[in-house]
Antibody, heavy 127, light 109 residues
Framework: QLQLQGSGPGLVQPSETLSLTCSVS??????????WGWIRQPPRKGLEWIGNIHYSGSTYYNPSLKSRVTISVDTSKNQFSLKLSSVTAADTAIYYCARFVRTCSGGSCYSHYLDYWGQGTLVTVSS | SALTQPPSASGSPGQSVTISCTGAGSDVGAYNYVSWYQQHPGKAPKLMIY???KRPSGVPDRFSGSKSGNTASLTVSGLQAEDEADYHCSSYAGSNNLLFGGGTKLTVL
């Protein structure tokens, strides 16, 4: 059974950079059939897609966060990471790492659903 | 913009309940790529429905999905106590963008 384990600081100072890593076990991150990415959930609110990455390095970001987000992959460690810069209190949320199923059609590839989720990491932005 | 879901829904054990998810012609209305996730308190979401009406292995057939125009729906039939949870819809919105709804809290009375 595929497992995703997120890790990183639970407290980040305002204006600093949030950094999280997701370790994948019982499955390879180097599969062409999937993307790997991040979803967040502010307290008592809905889910928000942050972005995802293919093992080849192709990245896709939520337009509303694109200027502050970087997602990277380390295939040798079977891990991928999230960096979110210039954080404010509005970035306080549970951050989930997840596997996105990749679909290719008409020469384009994209993802439209997630089939495995990590347990979530609560990140609080506060001084 | 996020998809629109009712904040709450409820039903008695054995009854059916339907949760709606309204988007636009550029997302829900444009693609048959709506998915639904169940989330129990303190837990990660779990995929229940993908591509509007398909169920992953292990999801009971009491859960079904449909779509009409810009609105997708999740129906839970034969409600059971363990179905009490938050339900989130999601839709592909083109250009590798994914939208979510605000979530619906389902209460089993």
């Amino acid at each position: 059974q595929l497992q995703l384990q997120g890790s990183g600081p639970g407290l980040v100072q305002p204006s600093e950079t949030l950094s999280l890593t997701c370790s994948v076990s019982s499955g390879s991150i180097s599969s062409s059939s999937y993307y790997w990415g991040w979803i967040r959930q502010p307290p008592r609110k809905g889910l928000e897609w942050i972005g995802n990455i293919h093992y080849s390095g192709s990245t896709y970001y939520n337009p509303s966060l694109k200027s502050r987000v970087t997602i990277s992959v380390d295939t040798s460690k079977n891990q991928f990471s999230l960096k979110l810069s210039s954080v404010t209190a509005a970035d306080t949320a549970i951050y989930y790492c997840a596997r996105f199923v990749r679909t290719c059609s008409g020469g384009s590839c994209y993802s439209h659903y997630l089939d495995y989720w990590g347990q979530g990491t609560l990140v609080t932005v506060s001084s | 913009s996020a998809l629109t879901q009712p904040p709450s829904a409820s039903g008695s054990p054995g009854q059916s309940v339907t949760i709606s998810c309204t988007g636009a012609g550029s997302d829900v209305g444009a693609y048959n790529y709506v998915s639904w996730y169940q989330q129990h308190p303190g837990k990660a979401p779990k995929l229940m429905i993908y591509e509007v009406s398909k169920r992953p292995s292990g999801v009971p057939d009491r859960f079904s999905g449909s779509k009409s125009g810009n609105t997708a729906s999740l129906t839970v039939s034969g409600l059971q106590a363990e179905d009490e949870a938050d339900y989130h819809c999601s839709s592909y919105a083109g250009s590798n963008n994914l939208l979510f709804g605000g979530g619906t809290k389902l209460t089993v009375l």
